[in-house]
């Protein structure tokens, strides 16, 4: 009889943001859901990472999360428009936010991706 724990989760039983993340590390993953439920952005970088590692057209020579911030996505880690493309999309859909064109050029390095998403998906104070 296999415990709780290995049993596989059916498909259906996965939330939308769940099964878009399954694939990704399990660092990513706890990365996602301590966002989840406690709000801070400031958790996402291992999530931002791994979405990067999916997109990435040449792998690089260390972990992203190892270069410094300032490593241009386009010149030095060889993204196009078509795979910004799909880290877009792909951020879009999993942080229910949206990014418009004229916001994502703006985007050049690690650290620039890194603030534009946490200030996309910070949630505005009540006043």
Same mark, same amino acid.
């Given at each position: 009889?296999?415990?709780?724990?290995?049993?596989?989760?059916?498909?259906?039983?996965?939330?939308?943001?769940?099964?878009?993340?399954?694939?990704?590390?399990?660092?990513?993953?706890?990365?996602?859901?301590?966002?989840?439920?406690?709000?801070?952005?400031?958790?996402?970088?291992?999530?931002? #990472?791994? &979405?990067?590692?999916?997109?990435?057209?040449?792998?690089?020579?260390?972990? *992203?999360?190892? @270069?410094? =911030?300032?490593? /241009?996505?386009?010149?030095?880690?060889?993204?196009?428009?078509?795979?910004i493309t799909e880290v877009v999309f792909?951020a879009e859909d999993l #942080?229910? &936010?949206?990014?418009?064109?004229?916001?994502?050029?703006?985007?050049?390095? *690690?650290?620039? @991706?890194? =603030?534009?998403? /946490?200030?996309?998906?910070?949630?505005?104070?009540?006043?």
């Amino acid at each position: 009889m296999k415990s709780l724990s290995t049993v596989p989760v059916p498909s259906a039983a996965l939330s939308h943001q769940d099964e878009s993340i399954r694939h990704l590390p399990e660092a990513a993953r706890e990365a996602f859901a301590r966002f989840q439920t406690g709000g801070d952005p400031a958790v996402l970088d291992p999530v931002l #990472f791994s &979405i990067l590692d999916d997109y990435i057209p040449r792998a690089s020579a260390r972990p *992203l999360a190892e @270069l410094p =911030g300032n490593t /241009r996505l386009i010149d030095d880690l060889g993204f196009d428009s078509l795979a910004i493309t799909e880290v877009v999309f792909f951020a879009e859909d999993l #942080f229910g &936010i949206n990014i418009t064109n004229e916001e994502i050029v703006q985007v050049a390095t *690690l650290d620039d @991706l890194r =603030g534009f998403i /946490r200030a996309k998906v910070t949630i505005p104070a009540a006043h």
